[in-house]
């Protein structure tokens, strides 16, 4: 066996089915490999969009996804993507090619320290450097990959080690590894914390969206019916009609479910990860904190819990939930809050406005898409709009990045969740200035063959840094552009198109490109003059009226 067929036999027993990319003749070794294996090529139009693919896979089902690039230039296009995974603790592996590293026969030609780039973008980077470590590096690199907090890991590959003739060394059998739990003494402190307090909520954090631990956290808020809300990344994590869902956190005060967060005496906060814009901002009053979480806290200027109870989430939770169910007298105190706060969100959802507003889109999307359909959005205003207003009940199903929170991965998420899962209904929403930033992926999705909606929201401008202009009070300016027709650009990739032209155009639209399948293409023009009037003037009054702060 070469270098390369090893390495390929060691991610088939790691369960790889695909791998995303775009080779580079270093590569080639390793391309002939998997064309003898059970492994699928995927290329694509561009390395980023692969990797975002790649760790999309391990966001949905715990298991890396795995991309593949050239070496130089090639690798560098996969750093977006492995800051992305860092950032959004999504488990993936990078591989990518090198020029050979026992003679140079091209000198330095396309030659970077990738290696020495990757390190500060992913858990491990390493340099494979001859056959015989392949199996155990490959082994370890899904271990690191996996284990909490996940993350992205780089291997490289170079040409004369994949073609480097070695005997056959079996790969390194996996294993199902159990955490521990939460100890005893620790579990009783928390619960005396909760047992405690008079207005305790549930905060649920990125970490609690992880795949795993949907039933678990479900399970914990309908023993202790204590109210809960979500951060952008926690949203979805626990089942719907629980009743008890007192909203998103998109903002990080100010809006309307501040007022039940400031009220809170305790909030326990579950898989909070600091990546994430902040929830809510600590300060010297306001709620204790008691963090959960598989690995102690990160410490910042906005969040310092005053307690921690580390392990595995789902067992410890269930653990905890031993020692409160039926005790908390207290549990349902800020639950009188929750009508107010839903209705606040809920308001002009219906308006008949062309082009349309935020709210009538979020509106209109929640109609067409089943409980268990995945929207997938790429970076920009509506993402504030989405995470507000968009009410989930399915773990994981409106996938956004509020971590690294780069444009240019909405469609790649999806075509991943698509791939996933091809009898749900997938849509990917893009603004215009993010979906031009990956849209040559459209190809991709059509030879893919996948089931999949792209929304666009079209304004012709960078809207979110056109708000935050305004907002500051800077002149209007620069942020403008102009755009494909998207109708005719969709039928250009062989895939249908429609404009969206009046207020109840909407969904229909959507129906109609579910109801054919394929990848289908549908442009809205959006009015972001709501942006102003709700999510500063409407949130100052509301301040000013419930006067708590000064
Ligand atoms: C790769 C990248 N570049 C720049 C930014 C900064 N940024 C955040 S949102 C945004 C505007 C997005 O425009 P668009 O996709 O059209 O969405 P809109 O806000 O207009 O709805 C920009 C430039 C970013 N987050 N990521
Ligand atoms: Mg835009």
Redesign the pocket.
């Known amino acids: 066996m070469n270098g390369a067929e090893l390495l390929v036999a060691a991610l088939e027993n790691e369960g790889v089915r695909q791998i995303f990319g775009v080779p580079g003749e270093e590569n080639l070794d390793l391309v002939e490999a998997l064309r003898r294996s059970s492994i699928k090529l995927v290329v694509t139009r561009h390395e980023q969009p692969a990797a975002f693919m790649a760790a999309t896979h391990g966001r949905l089902n715990g298991e890396p996804g795995v991309c593949l690039s050239t070496l130089g230039p090639g690798a560098l296009n996969l750093t ?1 993507g492995a800051a992305y995974a860092l950032l959004g603790a999504m488990p993936m592996i990078m591989i990518t090619g090198q020029k050979g590293i026992l003679s140079s026969k091209q000198a330095r030609f396309q030659v970077v320290d990738i290696v020495s780039t990757m390190t500060p973008l992913t858990k491990m980077a390493r340099q494979i450097v001859s056959p015989a470590t392949i199996p155990s590096i490959v082994r370890e690199a899904f271990r690191v990959a996996q284990q909490e907090r996940p993350g992205p890991v780089h291997l490289e590959l170079p040409e004369d080690i994949a073609a480097d003739q070695a005997p056959a060394i079996a790969p390194v059998p996996r294993h199902a590894i159990a955490l521990p739990v939460a100890p005893p003494a620790a579990l009783d402190r928390a619960a005396e914390m909760i047992l405690g307090a008079k207005r305790p909520l549930i905060m649920l954090g990125a970490a609690a969206s992880r795949p795993r631990l949907a039933d678990a956290l479900s399970e914990f808020v309908r023993r202790l019916q204590v109210p809960f809300f979500n951060t952008q990344m926690g949203k979805g994590a626990v089942a719907g009609g629980s009743g008890l869902y007192m909203g998103t956190a998109a903002l990080s005060e100010r809006d309307y479910v501040h007022d039940a967060i400031e009220r809170a005496d305790l909030i326990v906060s579950i898989g909070h990860d600091t990546v994430e814009k902040p929830p809510f901002l600590m300060g010297p009053r306001g709620p204790r904190v008691l963090h959960v979480g598989y690995l102690p806290a990160t410490v910042e200027e906005v969040y310092f819990p005053h307690a921690e109870l580390i392990g595995d989430v789902g067992p410890t939770l269930a653990l905890l939930a031993d020692r409160l169910e039926g005790k908390l007298k207290s549990a349902a105190a800020l639950l009188p809050l929750r009508e107010k706060i839903l209705a606040a969100i809920g308001d002009r959802a219906e308006e008949s406005r062309y082009p349309l507003t935020p709210q009538r889109i979020v509106h209109d999307v929640r109609q067409v898409m089943p409980e268990d359909g995945i929207v997938c959005l ?5 993402k504030i709009w989405f995470a507000r207003n968009y009410r989930t009940s399915v773990a994981n199903t409106l996938l956004l990045d509020n971590a690294l ?4 991965a909405g469609l790649p998420s999806a075509m991943m969740a698509a791939m996933l899962n091809p009898r749900r209904r997938v849509l990917a929403v ?6 031009m ?1 990956n849209s040559q992926e459209l190809e991709t999705a059509v030879r893919l063959k996948l089931n999949l909606v792209v929304l666009i ?1 079209q ?1 012709n ?5 056109r708000w935050k202009q305004a907002v500051d009070r800077f002149a209007d300016f620069g942020m403008t552009f102009g755009n494909p027709d998207f109708v005719t650009y969709a039928k250009s990739y062989g895939l249908k198109g429609s404009r969206v032209e009046s207020a109840d155009g909407l969904a229909p639209a959507l129906e109609t490109a579910f109801a054919e399948g394929g990848v289908h293409l549908v442009t809205v023009p ?1 009015d972001y003059s709501e942006n102003m009037r709700v999510l500063v003037e409407e949130l100052r009054a509301h301040e000013l009226k419930t006067g708590e702060r000064t």
Do not use: E, K, P, V
């Not at 929170?405 to 240019?408: F, I, L, N, R, Y």
């Not at 893009?430 to 979906?435: K, S």
């Open positions: 977006t790429d970076n920009g205003m509506y929170a780069t444009m240019g893009c603004g215009d200035g993010g979906f930033m929201l304004d401008a960078y809207g979110m840094i959006i």
